[in-house]
């Protein structure tokens, strides 16, 4: 017999129609994360509205009640599925001139060069953790420990979109004009959403955001 | 067809209808009628289907003046204008429809025979303006319906109004049933019975994205990754004062939940203005 995994994620309801599933950890969740996204669809679970996918948790959306038992079953089918490399997650590089507001402040903040900032920075290849906090804004990570920084106490009251910043244990591009409480370190002049494209009547979601959660991210320092 | 100006949007008004679900996962809420039940009976007054956009005015100050003969239906909050709530009516070139004042509820419902014609963003009418998607109706917007708005009705049908079973109920002893909430069980046992023996206040800063509660002070949870959210969580931020996430609420937030509203209990508190005096139970 198989031996039953060790950490299956906690089953919460969630209103009468919906199920938040919670891993032990962001690193539990992370192992899990593809397989479950490419389960999400391909096979997705019966009368499925929408899933929202957060640091350890997934969140099934569903348009009427379904059953915890129906929720397991599908979970064990979707971990035991082996993704297709055809749905290997998609890389996306992104230039970014590192000369944002803040990377001096953050420099001598953490007795660093803002070279050895950008280094950090731009070394790592980064997973589209999820979107949120505005449309199609990434939490990015993992992200350096020593980049690590709290937000700001009083937030920017303008952000302009395509602020490359450093919040908490993440890194993130502001995708419109917002309010914002990262620290920004550099810009780049490409666009991850499309509102243009909204309008649309035939929606391809790839055309609207150009990150879905669990794509990878590169970032590539270019001078002004 | 350009059948009406509006003269004045009041304290707001935006287009919505029932919203745009499946875009959660890009940052994108689902939005829609803040009162859906009276959303829906605006247009079912018309014979409109249920999903075509209304205009949702928040409080009062409203005007309108008519520019063509139509039929519109209001629902929702009861205005002292002269035209009650649940009401379907047949309006006359140069006729105005006011809502000066609110008599009980906050957000009115304004639907045209055949429903307006908007843009819509992600398969919806829905304005929500921080993801650029359309700007609350300002004024001298010209109001116009969807080409071919038949008469619904035969003439010499003039009027047609809702059962009283059909308009939102206020929920009239203001007492809401709620389901435990992801994080009810990380809550100290006294926040858990405090939520429902205490009573608690709309507070005045209420909006789309949340109604914020006033009232005793709940010890909270311990604070939490930040996770997905959905509209009617009672998110408890340090304060110990309840947000109830509404629909144009952030997707996903590191407040632990103690509860949760059911969508139709989340429409009839979304009528309840500030001040209102409210009660909770546990299911």
Known sequence: MKKAREQQPSLIGYGENNWLLRWQDEASFRLDARRLLDALAIFPPTHLLEFVPGFQTLLLIHSQPVSEKYIRDWLKKALNHNPSTSSDPQTHVISV?????????????????????????????????????SPGFPYLGPLSNILHTPRKDSPRKRIRPGSVAIGGPHTGIYTVE??????????????????????????????????????????????? | MNVARLLDPGLSATFQDSGRPGWRRFGVPASGAMDHHSAIWANRLLNNPDHVPVIEFLLQGAEIEILQDCWMAITGA???GPIPTGTATLFFKGDRIRFPRNLHGVWIYLAVAGGWQTKSWLGSASVYARALMGKPLGKEQKLVSMPNN????????????????????????????????????????????????????????????????????????????????????????????PIVTMPDGPTVGGYPKIAYLEPKQRWQLAQCAPGTKIKFQWK
């Open chain 1, 178 to 224: 917002s309010p914002g409480g990262w620290h920004i370190i550099g810009h780049t002049q490409e666009r991850l959403f499309f509102p243009e494209k909204m309008e649309a009547n035939d929606l391809s979601t790839n055309e609207i955001f150009r990150l879905n959660p669990g794509d990878l991210v590169k970032f590539e320092a270019v001078s002004s």
């Open chain 2, 150 to 241: 038949l008469s619904p009705f035969p003439a010499a049908v003039m009027s047609r109004r809702l059962k009283p079973e059909e308009l939102t109920k206020g929920a009239s002893d203001n007492v809401f049933f709620l389901d435990k909430g992801p994080q009810f069980q990380d809550f100290p046992e006294r926040s858990q019975t405090c939520l429902v023996e205490s009573e608690w206040q709309v507070s005045t800063h209420s909006d789309r994205t949340g109604y914020r509660l006033e009232g005793p002070s709940l010890e909270s949870g311990p604070e939490i990754t930040s996770e997905p959210v959905l509209p009617g969580s009672f998110q408890i931020p340090g304060n110990g004062q």
């Open chain 2, 78 to 80: 009861e205005s002292n």
């Open chain 1, 97 to 133: 001139d590192y000369s944002g507001e803040d990377l001096e402040a953050l420099a001598r903040e953490k007795g660093l060069s803002t070279q050895e900032i950008i280094r950090l920075h731009a070394e790592t290849s980064y997973t589209v953790l999820l979107l949120g906090f």
